[in-house]
C-alpha cells in the first residue's frame, strides 16, 4: 500500500526512558477515511506512550511520524493538534465550574458590540454545532455536572470542532454504566462514518469487540500485530495480548498440610465482588487471574485495608482476621504489594533503606525509644543481599533504582514485616525480563523458606503456570474456576476460556 | 547525573554557608559583634520564634502547615498572665489567682486543644489546612480579644516571669530552654518512628499508608504538637515582656514561615531538618541583630529580612525543579504509561 | 436527535450570600432602630469603599487560583509615598517637601502599583515561585519599605484636593460610594463579558484545559496581579483622602477581611469560580455586621470575634461546596458485572 492511502503512519517508532525500553521499532498505520481502531495490551506494553509520541507529548527517539503523505521526524504538541489529532484521556480537558457552550468556545469567545462576549451567539452556535453532531443538551448546564460518558462527547466534539481527523480515546471509559457507554459509541460510530478515525485504548475487551472494527496488540513495547475484529476470537486476542512465557522458572510445591492460613469464608462487596470463597495453606502459592475489572485487585485492597472488605468473613490461622488499614493488616501477618508502584509502592524522594523499614520501625528502636542505627542497617543490609537489590548504597533514594530493583526493595519492604500472607498485585509488572525472573524465584523462596502463604494476583497467565501451586480465575466478580497446576490438563487455552467466562467444561 | 545530585546536596546545607557568610559580613564591618554578649543576644532574641519555628518545621514535614500558631501563642499568653494576677488596674488579671502550676497547665492543655481541633477538622472533615488554620488565626485572636476587653495585662510574678527572665550564669533561661527544645525536636524528627513517618507522610501519603503508617493520627498530633509550643511560646514571650497585650504575636506567624523554609524544609512537605529551620531561625536574627549593631533603621531591617525570604524562596523554586527532573522519567518508565503514570489502577 | 440527561445542579449555594445579606440585614433592622436610616446605610457603604476596591483587586488573582497577600502592604506603600510627595517637609508634615500637584502624584502612586503588581506576577510565571510564598514575602517587604521612608512617622497636612475621593460629595451621595459602585460595577463587566475576564475563570477552573484552548495562563496571571497591585494603589488615594493622612500601617492585618469577604461572597479560594457581585455582597455583610453590632453597642472585641466566625463558617462552606460539585455519581462497576 503506497503512502497517501494512509491518514497515519508512524515508522520504527522508538522510545527510551532511563531503565526501559517502552517502545522498539513501532508500526502503526490509520486508514483515510475513517477507521476504529482498537488499541490493546498490558498494562507497559507501551499503548499510552505509542499515542504520547503521536500526540508530541514525548519525542522520540528513533523513527517517522507520517502524517497525510508529510513526514516528520519530531512531533510537537501544537503540530499534532493543528495536523488534526486530538486525545481525549481521563484527565479532563473541560473546565469544570464553566458551562458547556463556553468550554465549546473556550479562549475563542464571540464578541459583539463594543468587544463583549456575545452570550446570545455563545450558546446559541455551541448548541446548533452540537446539534450538526447530533447531540440535544441543555448547553447552559455546567460541564462538572455532567457524567463522565457526558463529559467524553463533549470533548470528542470540541475536538471535532477544530477538525481533528484522528481522535485518541484513552482509558476512557472506565467504571461506566452500560447505558453511557452505549451513548459514547453511539456517538463515536457516527464521527466514523464522516471520515474521523479513532484509536480506542482500552482493556475492556467486550468494548474493543463492540466497538471496533480492527485492533493492534502492543506487547512489551512492541506492535505484536494487527488483526481485523471479524477474524479473532476473544480468546485469540487474550493470548496475542498476555503471550505464552518461555518455561525458563518452574516452581515446585513447598505447601504443607493441615489448617489454611488464610480463609477467606463468602465475601462480598457490592461493585466489586461478590461471595468469594478461598484458601491458602502454609508454603503455596495461589494464582488469582482474570480480565480487568473481574474483582481481583479489589479483593486484595479489601483485605489488606486500603478499602472495605465487605460482607463476609475471613480467617487468619483459624482467628477472625479485620483490617480497616494496611497498618491492622500487617500487624496481623498480611502484606500486600500493591499494582500501582509509584504512587502506592514506593516513597521516591525517601532513601531505599527508610522505604524498607517503614511498617516495622517499632521493632527497630534501642532501650531509649530511638531507632537504632545498628539494628536498622543490619536489617537492611540482610534483606538487600537476600533479595538481591542492586544499589551503590542503601542511603540513595529510592527513585534512582531501576523497576526491577524498586520492586525488589518493595518485596524487602514485605519481608521485613514476616508476614504469614502476601498478597502481590503484578509483581512482575514494568519490570525487565532478567528482574521478573528474580522475581519470581523470590515468591518461590519465600514460600518454600519461609512457608509464607502466597496470592499472586497477574494477568501473565504463563508466569502463573511457572510459579504457583493452584489458580484461581475471577469473572465478573466470582471466582469461576480454579485449577492445578501440576495437573497436566491444565493448559493456557483452557484458563484463558475461563478468564474469558466460559463455563467449566 | 552526578551534578543533578551534588546540587541538591548543596543546597540542602546552603543555610549554613549563608548564616556564615552573614556572620562574617557582620564581623568585618561592625564592632562589638564578634562578642559573646552579642551571640547570646541573638539567640536570646530567636528563642520565641525558635519554639514556634519547631512547631511548624513538624507540621511542614507532613505537608501541611499552621497559621493559627500565632494566635495560639498570644491567647495562652495572656491566659497564662490572667490568670495569675489580681483584677482590676494597675495589672488587669482575672482575679482568679490560680496556682502557678495550674496556670501552665491549663495554658498548655488550651494549646493542645486548639492544635486538636485543627487536626480533626483538616484530617477528618477534610477541609483545606490553609483554610483550616486561618480561620482558627483569627477567631483565637478574636477571643484573645474578648478575654480581656483588649486590655493589656500585667505580670508581677516573680515565678511566672522566671521563663522570661532568669538567667543560668551569663545565659538566660530562654535560651537554654530553646536549645534544649531544638535538640529535642531535632532526635524526634531524625531518630525516631514518629519522625520517619512524618517523612513519609509528607512525601506520599498513599505510600506511607501502604505500609502501615496512619497519616491521620500523625497529622493531629503534629497539629497537637504546634499548639503546644505555641502555648509553650506564649508563655515565653509573655513571661520576658512581663506583660501581655492582646496584639501579642501578631504578624509572627510570616517570619515562622521563612525561617523555616530558608532553613531547607519545604512546603511539599517530606523534605528538610529541624537542624536546617534551627539555622533559618539564626540567620534571621543574626540579620536583625547585626544591622541594629550597624545602627541601621530598624524599618530597613524589615525590608531586608523580606528580600532574604525572597531570595530563599527562589533558591527553594530551582531545588525542586532539580530535583523533580528523574524522577518524572522513572514514573513514566515503569508504569510504561504516559503522563498519568497510574500503572493502571483497576476499576474493581 | 439523542437526549442526554438534564438534571441540573441548582446554583443556591452560589447565591447565598445575598439571602443572608438579607436576613441579616432583616435582623438588625429588627434588632436596633438606627439601622434602617438613610443615613446609617450610607455610611455602611462609605466604610465598605477601601475594602471593597481592595476584594475586587483579590478577587482577580483569586479566580485564576492565586493569592495576592501583598495587597494590604502595597496599599500602605502606596499611601505613605503619595502623602510624602505632597506634603511638607520637616515636622509637622513629614513629608517630601516636593509638594507635588495631586495629579502627577496619584501617576506615581499608579505606577507603583503597577510595579509592585508586576514582581509579583513575574515571579510567579517566570520563576515559576508558590504565589504564597512570593507575595507573602512581598508582604513584608513592601510593608518594610513604607516604614523605611516615613521612618514610622505619620504624613499629615495633605492639600484639601486630594481628599475628593474620600471625602466629597456629589450632589448627597459621597464619592466613594460612587467609586466603589462604579467599580465594581466595571469588574462585574470585565469578568462576565470579556474573553479577558473568561479566559481568568478558564486559567483558574483548568489550567490545562486553557492551555490546550490556546489561553495563556502565565499572561493572564502576570495581568491580574498588574490589576491587583493597581487597584492597591487607586484604594491608597480613596484611603488617604478618607483618612487625611499618611499613616505607615496603613492596611496592616487587611488580608485577612479581604480574603473573607471574596470567600463569603462566592470567590472560591481553589480558584475558577465566583463572581464580582457576590464579592460585592460579601463586602457588604461584613460592613453591615460591623455596623449593626456598633449600633447595638456590642464591645469591639465581640464584634472581632463574630467577624472570625462568619470568616470561619464561610471558609468551611468553601471547602464543603467543593465536594458537593463532584459530578453524578459513576455507577460502579458492579453495572457491568451485573449477568
Not at chain 2, 547585626?290 to 541601621?296: P, S
Request: aromatic content about 6%.
Amino acid at each position: 500500500m503506497d503512502t497517501e492511502a494512509y491518514l497515519v503512519e508512524m515508522k520504527g517508532v522508538t522510545k527510551d526512558f532511563p531503565g526501559v525500553r517502552a517502545l522498539a521499532g513501532v508500526d502503526f498505520r490509520l486508514r483515510q477515511g475513517g477507521e476504529l481502531r482498537g488499541l490493546v495490551g498490558k498494562n507497559g506494553a507501551g499503548k499510552s506512550t505509542l499515542m504520547n509520541v503521536l500526540t508530541g507529548v514525548y519525542p522520540s527517539d528513533a523513527g517517522e511520524i507520517v502524517v497525510r503523505g508529510k513526514s516528520f521526524a519530531r512531533m510537537t504538541t501544537t503540530l499534532s493538534r493543528q495536523l488534526g489529532i486530538a486525545c481525549v484521556h481521563q484527565h479532563s480537558q473541560l473546565v469544570g465550574p464553566l458551562s458547556i457552550a463556553e468550554n465549546v468556545f473556550c479562549g475563542a469567545l464571540p464578541t459583539g458590540r463594543l468587544g463583549l462576549v456575545d452570550w446570545d451567539t455563545v450558546n446559541r452556535e455551541a448548541e446548533e454545532r452540537l446539534g450538526r453532531l447530533g447531540l440535544a443538551i441543555d448547553v447552559r448546564r455546567k460541564v462538572e455536572g455532567l457524567s463522565v460518558a457526558e463529559r467524553q462527547i463533549i470533548e470528542i466534539a470540541k475536538a471535532l470542532f477544530a477538525e481533528a481527523q484522528v481522535i485518541i480515546l484513552d482509558e476512557a471509559t472506565a467504571p461506566l454504566p452500560k447505558s453511557d457507554v452505549e451513548l459514547l459509541f453511539g456517538f463515536v460510530r457516527r464521527q466514523r462514518e464522516k471520515g474521523v478515525a479513532f484509536v480506542y485504548i482500552s482493556h475492556y475487551l467486550e468494548e474493543i469487540f463492540e466497538l471496533c472494527e480492527n485492533v493492534t496488540v502492543m506487547k512489551d513495547g512492541r506492535n505484536i500485530g494487527d488483526y481485523a475484529v471479524s477474524e479473532l476470537t476473544p480468546p485469540a486476542l487474550i493470548r496475542a495480548i498476555s503471550g505464552v512465557e518461555v518455561e525458563r522458572f518452574r516452581h515446585a510445591s513447598a505447601a504443607s498440610g493441615g489448617r489454611p492460613v488464610l480463609e477467606v469464608r463468602d465475601l462480598s462487596r457490592p461493585g466489586s465482588y461478590s461471595h468469594v470463597s478461598l484458601t491458602l495453606a502454609r508454603g503455596e502459592i495461589v494464582g488469582l487471574t482474570g480480565l480487568e475489572g473481574c474483582g481481583k485487585d479489589s479483593l486484595a485492597r479489601g483485605l489488606f485495608g486500603l478499602e472495605p472488605a465487605g460482607q463476609g468473613e475471613v480467617l487468619l490461622d483459624g482467628s477472625p482476621y479485620h483490617a480497616s488499614d494496611p497498618r491492622e493488616a500487617l500487624d496481623q501477618g498480611l502484606a500486600y504489594l500493591p499494582r500501582d508502584r509509584h504512587g502506592l509502592g514506593i516513597i521516591g524522594a525517601r532513601s531505599i533503606q527508610e522505604n524498607i523499614t517503614l511498617p516495622i520501625l517499632s521493632r527497630l528502636t534501642n532501650a531509649a525509644g530511638l531507632l537504632s542505627a545498628r539494628k536498622e542497617t543490619e536489617l537492611v543490609s540482610r534483606l538487600i543481599a537476600l533479595l538481591d537489590v542492586v544499589t551503590p548504597s542503601a542511603a540513595q533514594p529510592i527513585q534512582f533504582l531501576s523497576g526491577g530493583n524498586q520492586q525488589k526493595v518493595v518485596f524487602a519492604k514485605l519481608v521485613s514485616a514476616s508476614p504469614r500472607v502476601l498478597l502481590l498485585d503484578e509483581p512482575t509488572q514494568g519490570v525487565d525480563v532478567q528482574a521478573k525472573v528474580e522475581i519470581m524465584k523470590i515468591i518461590d523462596r519465600l514460600s518454600r523458606e519461609q512457608q509464607v502463604a502466597t496470592l499472586v494476583i497477574s494477568e501473565e497467565i504463563g508466569e502463573l503456570l511457572d510459579v504457583c501451586d493452584r489458580i484461581l480465575v475471577m469473572f465478573r466478580g466470582r471466582i469461576a474456576a480454579e485449577f492445578e497446576t501440576s495437573d497436566p490438563g491444565t493448559t493456557v487455552e483452557r484458563i484463558l476460556r475461563a478468564v474469558e467466562g466460559a463455563a467449566q467444561s | 547525573m552526578r551534578a543533578q545530585r551534588l546540587i541538591p546536596a548543596l543546597l540542602d546545607h546552603l543555610i549554613w554557608l549563608l548564616l556564615l557568610a552573614v556572620v562574617a559580613f557582620f564581623a568585618l564591618t561592625t564592632r562589638n559583634f564578634l562578642t559573646g554578649a552579642n551571640f547570646i543576644n541573638i539567640l536570646f532574641n530567636a528563642s520565641v520564634l525558635g519554639v514556634l519555628v519547631i512547631g511548624q518545621s513538624f507540621t511542614l514535614l507532613t505537608g501541611n502547615f499552621d497559621l493559627s500558631a500565632e494566635s495560639t501563642l498570644g491567647l495562652c499568653g495572656l491566659l497564662g498572665i490572667f490568670f495569675i494576677t489580681k483584677a482590676g488596674p494597675p495589672l488587669y488579671g482575672s482575679g482568679l489567682m490560680l496556682p502557678l502550676w495550674l496556670t501552665i497547665l491549663l495554658i498548655h492543655v488550651i494549646g493542645l486543644c486548639i492544635g486538636w481541633v485543627n487536626g480533626v477538622l483538616i484530617t477528618k472533615m477534610k477541609v483545606n489546612n490553609f483554610v483550616v488554620t486561618l480561620a482558627m488565626l483569627i477567631t483565637i485572636r478574636g477571643v484573645t480579644l474578648l478575654v480581656n476587653n483588649g486590655q493589656t495585662a500585667y505580670s508581677t510574678s516573680k515565678a511566672y516571669n522566671w521563663l522570661g527572665l532568669a538567667k543560668a550564669g551569663p545565659i538566660p533561661v530562654p535560651v537554654i530552654v530553646f536549645l534544649v527544645l531544638f535538640v529535642l525536636g531535632n532526635v524526634v524528627v531524625a531518630r525516631t518512628r514518629f519522625g520517619r513517618e512524618l517523612y513519609a507522610i509528607g512525601a506520599n501519603r498513599s505510600a506511607a499508608l501502604a505500609s502501615g503508617v496512619r497519616p491521620e493520627r500523625r497529622i493531629i498530633q503534629v497539629y497537637v504538637l504546634s499548639g503546644l509550643l505555641a502555648a509553650f511560646a506564649g508563655w515565653m514571650l509573655s513571661a520576658r515582656l512581663t506583660n501581655a497585650m492582646s496584639s501579642m504575636g501578631k504578624g509572627m506567624i510570616f517570619e515562622v514561615f521563612a525561617a523555616a523554609v530558608i532553613g531547607g524544609v519545604s512546603l511539599k512537605g517530606g523534605q528538610g531538618s529541624l537542624l536546617g529551620a534551627l539555622g533559618g531561625v539564626l540567620l534571621l536574627t543574626t540579620i536583625g541583630a547585626g544591622l541594629n549593631l550597624m545602627d541601621v533603621s530598624v524599618y530597613w531591617v524589615q525590608a531586608i529580612r523580606g528580600i532574604i525570604i525572597l531570595v530563599a524562596m527562589t533558591i527553594e523554586a530551582q531545588k525542586v525543579r532539580v530535583a523533580s527532573a528523574p524522577v518524572r522519567d522513572r514514573g513514566a518508565a515503569d508504569a510504561g504509561a504516559g503522563p498519568r503514570a497510574t500503572g493502571g489502577l483497576s476499576a474493581a | 436527535m439523542r437526549f442526554l440527561r438534564t438534571n441540573s445542579v441548582p446554583a443556591l449555594l452560589d447565591n447565598l450570600i445575598w439571602v443572608l445579606l438579607l436576613l441579616s440585614g432583616l435582623a438588625f433592622s429588627l434588632l436596633t432602630e438606627q439601622f434602617l436610616s438613610v443615613n446609617n446605610l450610607v455610611n455602611i457603604l462609605v466604610h465598605s469603599s477601601v475594602l471593597g476596591i481592595m476584594v475586587i483587586g483579590q478577587s482577580f488573582t483569586l479566580i485564576t487560583g492565586n493569592f495576592d497577600l501583598s495587597a494590604e502592604s502595597t496599599l500602605g506603600l502606596v499611601a505613605v509615598v503619595g502623602a510624602f510627595l505632597l506634603a511638607a517637609s520637616g515636622e509637622p508634615a513629614n513629608g517630601s517637601g516636593l509638594m507635588l500637584h495631586p495629579i502627577p502624584t496619584v501617576g506615581v502612586m499608579l505606577a507603583l502599583g503597577l510595579l509592585i503588581g508586576a514582581v509579583n506576577g513575574l515571579l510567579i510565571t517566570r520563576m515559576r515561585m508558590n504565589n504564597f510564598v512570593v507575595t507573602l514575602s512581598m508582604m513584608i517587604i513592601v510593608r518594610g519599605l513604607a516604614f523605611l521612608l516615613t521612618q514610622g512617622k505619620t504624613v499629615t497636612h495633605l492639600p484639601e484636593s486630594f481628599k475628593v475621593l474620600g471625602h466629597g460629595l456629589i450632589g448627597p451621595v459621597p464619592v466613594s460610594v460612587i467609586v466603589l459602585i462604579a467599580a465594581f460595577a466595571v469588574a462585574a463587566v470585565v469578568t462576565q463579558s470579556t474573553r479577558f475576564g473568561r479566559d481568568l475563570y478558564a486559567v483558574g477552573g483548568n489550567r490545562d484545559a486553557a492551555l490546550a484552548s490556546g489561553i495563556d495562563p502565565d499572561r493572564r496571571i502576570l495581568h491580574v496581579y498588574l490589576i491587583s497591585g493597581a487597584l492597591a494603589a487607586f484604594a491608597a488615594w480613596v484611603e488617604l483622602g478618607r483618612l487625611g493622612v499618611g499613616a505607615t500601617r496603613i492596611g496592616e492585618g487587611m488580608i485577612f477581611e479581604i480574603q473573607a469577604a471574596a470567600v463569603i461572597g462566592g470567590i472560591s479560594l481553589f480558584g475558577g469560580r465566583g463572581t464580582m457581585i457576590g464579592a460585592l455582597g460579601g463586602v457588604l455583610l461584613l460592613s453591615v455586621i460591623n455596623s449593626g453590632l456598633n449600633l447595638m453597642q456590642v464591645s469591639g472585641f465581640a464584634i472581632d470575634m463574630v467577624r472570625g466566625i462568619v470568616i470561619l463558617a464561610a471558609m468551611l462552606l468553601d471547602a464543603q461546596k467543593l465536594r458537593y460539585r463532584q459530578p453524578a455519581s459513576q455507577q460502579a462497576p458492579s453495572a457491568r458485572l451485573a449477568a
